[in-house]
């Protein structure tokens, strides 16, 4: 669409990683203005716009990082809780303490722990967004499932994976509500852009590793 916004933004918040965090929310997810929503990978291009739709929305939002760096990030946004895992002893008790009250939707990139977490803190008749699971990506071999995953079904809770290219017939309506909300200055967004071809495997390697805020780019 016409747009005074840079065309790699169509790699980012315009295009697929935007339209997922949206889509996830509103059609999976259900999102509803009193919930508290918990976001993993929450300062990547997916999860930054998870935080902040569902701020726009009148959620209650925690997002987990694994840098004081991302997390900083995530309070220019007024992300109204932000973990950063990697200095927490137990992740779940760290999520417990910043939402006493329990999480309603938990947006999942990760898998593994935070899933884990996700599941002891759920309250009844939740909602899991399975959108990715990047702690699993790279493992030679199979990981056993969540050891709390039993919580499913006293807490009645609903999990549903979904791919973003089942909702593109959206991409429309997403992209004038995005659209909208940027030109007001209601969405921050962040890119990790590497120079040149020869980088596109740092760059690839570093997407595991966590070293990109917002959405990682190779510029040619």
């Not at 927490?88 to 006493?100: G, K, W």
């Amino acid at each position: 669409p016409a747009t005074p916004l840079p065309l790699q933004s169509f790699l980012g918040i315009m295009g697929m990683p935007g339209m997922t965090a949206w889509s996830g929310l509103f059609y999976i997810a259900d999102l509803q203005p009193t919930d508290t929503v918990f976001v993993s990978a929450a300062s990547g291009a997916v999860g930054s716009a998870a935080c902040q739709i569902a701020k726009l929305h009148g959620c209650t939002v925690i997002g987990s990082v694994g840098s004081d760096k991302k997390a900083n990030f995530l309070k220019e946004m007024g992300i109204d809780a932000i973990i950063n895992y990697k200095s927490e002893a137990n992740l779940s008790d760290a999520l417990a303490a910043v939402a006493p009250l329990g999480i309603d939707v938990y947006f999942d990139n990760v898998g593994g722990e935070h899933l884990e977490a996700a599941l002891d803190n759920m309250n009844n008749f939740g909602r899991i967004t399975a959108c990715g699971m990047i702690s699993n990506y790279n493992d030679a071999e199979p990981q056993p499932g969540p050891k709390n995953l039993i919580k499913l079904i006293g807490k009645k809770l609903k999990m549903q994976g979904f791919i973003v290219t089942d909702h593109w017939d959206h991409y429309p309506e997403f992209t004038q509500q995005m659209g909208e909300w940027i030109a007001e200055g209601k969405i921050k967004w962040e890119e990790t852009v590497f120079e040149g071809l020869d980088k596109a495997p740092d760059a690839f390697i570093g997407l595991f590793e966590g070293k990109n805020t917002g959405k990682m780019l190779v510029k040619l």
